[in-house]
């Protein structure tokens, strides 16, 4: 059995809100297909650790915000790598409610849906939610954030509670990678880093002091050489 066959396998990136009473919360997930036409329903996988699992599974909705390949690494790092439980991820982030309440981003954001759970399947580490579609609108024209582009355009990282989290190994060339022990970006000095502006060919050596992780924001003393 040839586990790779999983890899060329296409996804998106989401951001899944939900809420409990008056508090919200939302996280990264890239699993979001149309079920059916007519009703028009969704489904979603969301790992049942994860606070917005709680959340869907109390109040029986879930909206979706489909991101835009322009979305910054440091929004997929607040809603994929800190948890509700800790912070209120959607601090200092843009967003509107959907009719039912559900928040939504309003930037970097294409379209979202607003869904009501008609059935819930236990598949062991996650929940797949089927919702059927109560709301949704177009905010904007544009490409959608692909799993494939944000790995290897934005060179964004996975989280070990993701379905799709494989063990990376350590990639090719002469420079070394580091690995942001909080979050699992490696910065690979091949590649640079485009979104704060870091050429291709500098060392993790040279970046400046006050250079942060582009996904979680942790600084260059979190990071460890792999390998
Ligand atoms: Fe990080």
């Known amino acids: 059995m040839d586990l790779k066959a999983l890899h060329t396998i296409s996804y998106g990136l989401y951001v899944?809100?939900?809420?409990?009473?008056?508090?919200?919360?939302?996280?990264?997930?890239?699993?979001?297909?149309?079920?059916?036409?007519?009703?028009?329903?969704?489904?979603?996988?969301?790992?049942?650790?994860?606070?917005?699992?709680?959340?869907?599974?109390?109040?029986?909705?879930?909206?979706?915000?489909?991101?835009?390949?322009?979305?910054?690494?440091?929004?997929?790092?607040?809603?994929?790598?800190?948890?509700?439980?800790?912070?209120?991820?959607?601090?200092g982030v843009n967003y509107q409610t959907t009719p039912k309440g559900l928040p939504y981003l309003t930037d970097d954001v294409l379209s979202f849906i607003e869904a009501r759970v008609i059935q819930n399947v236990d598949a062991g580490t996650h929940n797949i939610f089927v919702g059927e579609i109560t709301h949704a609108e177009v905010l904007k024209q544009g490409?959608?954030?692909?799993?494939?582009?944000?790995?290897?355009?934005?060179?964004?990282?996975?989280?070990?509670?993701?379905?799709?989290?494989?063990?990376?190994?350590?990639?090719?060339?002469?420079?070394d990678i580091y690995e942001c022990t909080i979050c699992g970006y490696r910065y690979d000095p091949a590649e640079g880093d485009r979104e704060n502006n870091i050429l291709p060919g500098t060392l993790f050596e040279e970046l400046p002091d006050d250079w942060v992780c582009p996904v979680c924001g942790a600084g260059k003393d979190a990071f460890e050489k792999v390998g």
């Open 143 to 175: 490409n959608p954030m692909t799993y494939a582009y944000y790995h290897q355009v934005k060179r964004g990282s996975t989280p070990p509670s993701a379905p799709t989290y494989i063990k990376e190994s350590e990639r090719r060339n002469g420079m």
């Open 16 to 91: 899944i809100a939900s809420k409990d009473g008056d508090e919200i919360n939302g996280q990264i997930a890239n699993t979001v297909f149309q079920i059916s036409n007519d009703p028009p329903t969704i489904a979603i996988s969301i790992n049942q650790q994860n606070l917005t699992c709680e959340f869907i599974k109390k109040s029986g909705l879930f909206a979706v915000s489909v991101l835009s390949q322009e979305t910054p690494l440091s929004l997929i790092g607040q809603f994929g790598f800190k948890s509700g439980r800790d912070v209120d991820k959607f601090q």
